[in-house]
C-alpha cells in the first residue's frame, strides 16, 4: 500500500455538503500542497482549499487530519468536508488527481487497507457493506452487530478452543517422552470436540435467518390469469407498478417491489398467471414464476370468484390461500381462503399486510439479530463442524491434530486471519468507492 488513495465518499449530486477522503503515505504533502501548513489532528480545522499548480481557489471548508496508525485505515488520512456544487466537488477532486502520488480509489479500497492494517476483521468489514446497504431497522440492527464484532468474538471463542485442543495433540506428538506430557491426549477429548460441535451446529440451525434479512424476506404473488395479482402488487406497494388488464397473460416477468414493514425488509413479486396456454414468451414468464415461487419465503395464492381454488405452485415455504375480487360477490363463507380482500376497495389488504408482517417477524425475529450474515460464514462454520466431527477417542493422535487444526483455519478464514486473495477481492468489489 505505497500509493495514496482518493475518493469521494458522500454522495454524488446536489448536496449541502461534500466529504472527500484521502489515505496513504503521501497524504500530508497532498494536504500540504492544498492548504498550506498542516491542521492540528483530529480537529477540524477552516481552511481554503487551492489548486496546487494554479493556486487558483476551490472553495473554503473543514479540513480533518487523520496521522497513522489512529485512522480508519491505521494510514495518514484527511477529510475534506467542502460545499456540495458539482463545480466544487469536480474541481477539489481534479485537484486531488494533479497532486503527485495520488490516485482514484477502487471500490471498498479504504475499508480494504482498514482490514489488512488490523484495524478490523473480514466479518466486520462485511458488517460495514450491509450497514451502507441496509434500508429498513432490522437489517441495520443486524450490520450493527456484525460490523461491532459479533461474529467475530464468537468464532474466535471457538477457534481459542480449538487451539488450546490442538496444543495438547502437538505436545503428544513432539514431546512424548516429556513426564509432564498425558500419555493420552484423546482421553476426554472427545467430549470437548463433542460440546464444541454441538455448540456450532446450534449456530447453523437459525433457519439462515441473517440471510434472509440481508437480502429481504419473499413473497411470491401467484395464481391463475386474472386474480388479481397486479392489482393487490399496486395496493400493497401504494402506486402502479405493475400493469393491470382484463387480458390474461398480460404479466409476462417477474415485477419486485421492495417494501418496509414495520422495519422489516420485505420483496413482493408479482408473477405471471399459471395456465397451460399461451405463447413461449408467457410460458418462460410461468417458468420463472414457479421458480421464484419454489425459493420463496411466503407464497400468495390469489384465487379470484369462480376461479379454481387449488394450489398449483410447489415451493417449501408456505402457502397462504386468499380470496381476491371480494367487492363482485358476496361472500358466503371464507373456509376457503385464509383471507379474502378487495385491491380495488381496500377491504382485506390492511390484514393482508398484517399477516405477511407476521410471517416475516417469526421467520426474522429480529429481536435476536442472527449471527451470520453469509453464505461464506455458514460454509466456514459448516466446515469446522464437520472436521471436529471426525474425531473419535481411538484415533491416533496426529489425525486428530489435524482434523483441529483444519477447523481452526477454517474458522480464521471467515474472520480473515488467512485465505485467498481471490475471496478478498470478492468481498471489496461490492463496496461502494469511498469506503
Known amino acids: 500500500m505505497s500509493d495514496t488513495v482518493f475518493a469521494l465518499a458522500s454522495g454524488a449530486g446536489l448536496c449541502a455538503i461534500s466529504v472527500i477522503r484521502v489515505s496513504g503515505p503521501a497524504s500530508d504533502a497532498a494536504l500540504s500542497s492544498l492548504c498550506g501548513a498542516l491542521p492540528a489532528p483530529r480537529r477540524a480545522s477552516l481552511r481554503k482549499i487551492h489548486h496546487p499548480h494554479s493556486g487558483d481557489l476551490l472553495d473554503q471548508c473543514l479540513v480533518l487530519r487523520f496521522?497513522?496508525?489512529?485512522?480508519?485505515?491505521?494510514?495518514?488520512?484527511?477529510?475534506?468536508?467542502?460545499?456540495?456544487?458539482?463545480?466544487?466537488?469536480?474541481?477539489?477532486?481534479?485537484?486531488?488527481?494533479?497532486?503527485?502520488?495520488?490516485?482514484?480509489?477502487?471500490?471498498?479500497?479504504?475499508?480494504?487497507?482498514?482490514?489488512?492494517?488490523?484495524?478490523?476483521?473480514?466479518?466486520?468489514?462485511?458488517?460495514?457493506?450491509?450497514?451502507?446497504?441496509?434500508?429498513?431497522?432490522?437489517?441495520?440492527?443486524?450490520?450493527?452487530?456484525?460490523?461491532?464484532?459479533?461474529?467475530?468474538?464468537?468464532?474466535?471463542?471457538?477457534?481459542?478452543?480449538?487451539?488450546?485442543?490442538?496444543?495438547?495433540?502437538?505436545?503428544?506428538?513432539?514431546?512424548?517422552?516429556?513426564?509432564?506430557?498425558?500419555?493420552?491426549?484423546?482421553?476426554?477429548?472427545?467430549?470437548?470436540?463433542?460440546?464444541?460441535?454441538?455448540?456450532?451446529?446450534?449456530?447453523?440451525?437459525?433457519?439462515?435467518?441473517?440471510?434472509?434479512?440481508?437480502?429481504?424476506?419473499?413473497?411470491?404473488?401467484?395464481?391463475?390469469p386474472n386474480a388479481g395479482k397486479s392489482s393487490l402488487m399496486n395496493a400493497l406497494a401504494r402506486r402502479d407498478v405493475a400493469i393491470v388488464s382484463s387480458i390474461p397473460g398480460t404479466t409476462r416477468d417477474l415485477i419486485e417491489v421492495s417494501l418496509d414493514l414495520d422495519g422489516m425488509p420485505v420483496i413482493l413479486v408479482d408473477t405471471a398467471g399459471l395456465r397451460d396456454a399461451g405463447d413461449e414468451i408467457e410460458q418462460e414468464g410461468i417458468r420463472r414464476m414457479r421458480a421464484r415461487a419454489s425459493a420463496a419465503d411466503l407464497v400468495l395464492w390469489l384465487v379470484a370468484p369462480g376461479q379454481q381454488s387449488d394450489c398449483a405452485v410447489t415451493s417449501d415455504a408456505p402457502v397462504v390461500s386468499i380470496g381476491t375480487k371480494s367487492d363482485l360477490?358476496?361472500?358466503?363463507?371464507?373456509?376457503?381462503?385464509?383471507?379474502?380482500?378487495?385491491?380495488?376497495?381496500?377491504?382485506?389488504?390492511?390484514?393482508?399486510?398484517?399477516?405477511?408482517?407476521?410471517?416475516?417477524?417469526d421467520a426474522l425475529r429480529p429481536e435476536e439479530p442472527a449471527l451470520m450474515s453469509r453464505e461464506r460464514h455458514r460454509i466456514a462454520i459448516r466446515v469446522a463442524c464437520e472436521a471436529l466431527g471426525r474425531i473419535r477417542e481411538e484415533m491416533p493422535v496426529e489425525v486428530a491434530a489435524e482434523e483441529l487444526r483444519m477447523a481452526a483455519r477454517s474458522l480464521a478464514s471467515m474472520i480473515g486471519l488467512v485465505g485467498p486473495e481471490d475471496v478478498l477481492g470478492e468481498i471489496f468489489s461490492r463496496f461502494c468507492i469511498g469506503k
Open 329 to 361: 360477490v358476496v361472500i358466503e363463507s371464507e373456509a376457503e381462503h385464509l383471507l379474502s380482500l378487495s385491491a380495488r376497495t381496500g377491504q382485506g389488504v390492511d390484514q393482508l399486510l398484517r399477516l405477511i408482517t407476521d410471517r416475516a417477524r
Open 67 to 224: 496521522p497513522g496508525p489512529q485512522s480508519f485505515t491505521g494510514e495518514d488520512g484527511f477529510e475534506l468536508h467542502i460545499h456540495g456544487g458539482r463545480a466544487v466537488t469536480a474541481g477539489v477532486l481534479a485537484a486531488l488527481g494533479c497532486c503527485e502520488g495520488l490516485r482514484l480509489a477502487e471500490p471498498g479500497e479504504f475499508t480494504r487497507r482498514a482490514f489488512l492494517s488490523g484495524k478490523l476483521d473480514l466479518t466486520e468489514a462485511e458488517g460495514l457493506a450491509d450497514l451502507i446497504e441496509a434500508s429498513t431497522a432490522a437489517q441495520r440492527d443486524q450490520a450493527l452487530g456484525l460490523a461491532g464484532g459479533r461474529l467475530r468474538e464468537q468464532a474466535q471463542a471457538w477457534r481459542s478452543a480449538i487451539l488450546g485442543l490442538q496444543a495438547q495433540t502437538e505436545a503428544a506428538i513432539d514431546f512424548s517422552d516429556e513426564a509432564d506430557v498425558p500419555a493420552n491426549v484423546s482421553e476426554g477429548m472427545a467430549a470437548q470436540v463433542s460440546m464444541l460441535a454441538k455448540n456450532m451446529l446450534l449456530a447453523l440451525a437459525d433457519g439462515k435467518r441473517g440471510e434472509i434479512l440481508r437480502s429481504g424476506f419473499t413473497v411470491v404473488l401467484a395464481g391463475p
